[in-house]
T-cell receptor
Framework: AQKVTQAQTEISVVEKEDVTLDCVYE???????LFWYKQPPSGELVFLIR??????QNEISGRYSWNFQKSTSSFNFTITASQVVDSAVYFC????????????FGRGTQLTVWP | EAGVVQSPRYKIIEKKQPVAFWCNPI?????LYWYLQNLGQGPELLIR????????DSQLPKDRFSAERLKGVDSTLKIQPAELGDSAVYLC???????????FGPGTRLTVL
């Protein structure tokens, strides 16, 4: 079974604060892929990152960084120096090696950044 | 490069009426997906196509939902008859293959009265 848990339903921060969005996953597959998507108010899911299960290197892209830890089955997402434009719902998703093509999404975290 | 196109963006119908959603994937993407997103939830896969073939439709309620992808490009998702519980956002996504990142369209927000 594949499952993604995003325990944080809503987070509010003030601009320039750092914020971390948590993601915990469950899978029996030895090969799997993890994703983060952003869903702004317009509704379109925007792909942010994909991570393979055999690559635990952390990744940084501008103000975004991702921490993948297999030992704790977590794939957390940090936004540094948040901006109002970061306000959106963020989804973590899992694709198991045995479930080709099917993404399993968490319930999402609503991030609100106040000016 | 154009993204995934969906229409209509919004649809309001009365229960028991039929409704159809259309999706045009990114050019060259062989894999097409339809997802259902209920309010406050993450998307859930309804059906996945590899070219013209529906390879994963285990979550599609086949008594009232149907889908087709003629010629392996555009796709249509239909509900007949619609029920109150079908009110949700219907998202279409595409990818080069089932192994690649999925890119989503803006969705169709359906309201059933």
């Amino acid at each position: 079974a594949q499952k993604v848990t995003q325990a944080q339903t809503e987070i509010s921060v003030v601009e320039k604060e750092d914020v971390t969005l948590d993601c915990v996953y469950e899978t029996r597959d030895t090969t799997y892929y993890l994703f983060w998507y952003k869903q702004p108010p317009s509704g379109e899911l925007v792909f942010l990152i994909r991570r393979n299960s055999f690559d635990e290197q952390n990744e940084i892209s501008g103000r975004y960084s991702w921490n993948f830890q297999k030992s704790t089955s977590s794939f957390n997402f940090t936004i540094t120096a948040s901006q109002v434009v970061d306000s959106a719902v963020y989804f973590c998703a899992l694709r198991g090696g045995s479930t080709l093509g099917r993404l399993y999404f968490g319930r999402g975290t609503q991030l609100t950044v106040w000016p | 490069e154009a993204g995934v196109v969906q229409s209509p963006r919004y649809k309001i119908i009365e229960k028991k009426q039929p409704v159809a959603f259309w999706c045009n994937p990114i050019s060259g993407h062989n894999t097409l997906y339809w997802y259902l997103q209920n309010l406050g939830q993450g998307p859930e896969l309804l059906i996945r196509y590899e070219n013209e073939e529906a390879v994963d439709d285990s979550q599609l309620p086949k008594d009232r939902f149907s889908a087709e992808r003629l010629k392996g490009v555009d796709s249509t998702l239909k509900i007949q008859p619609a029920e109150l519980g079908d009110s949700a956002v219907y998202l279409c996504a595409s990818s080069l293959s089932g192994r690649n990142e999925q890119f989503f369209g803006p969705g169709t927000r359906l309201t059933v009265l």
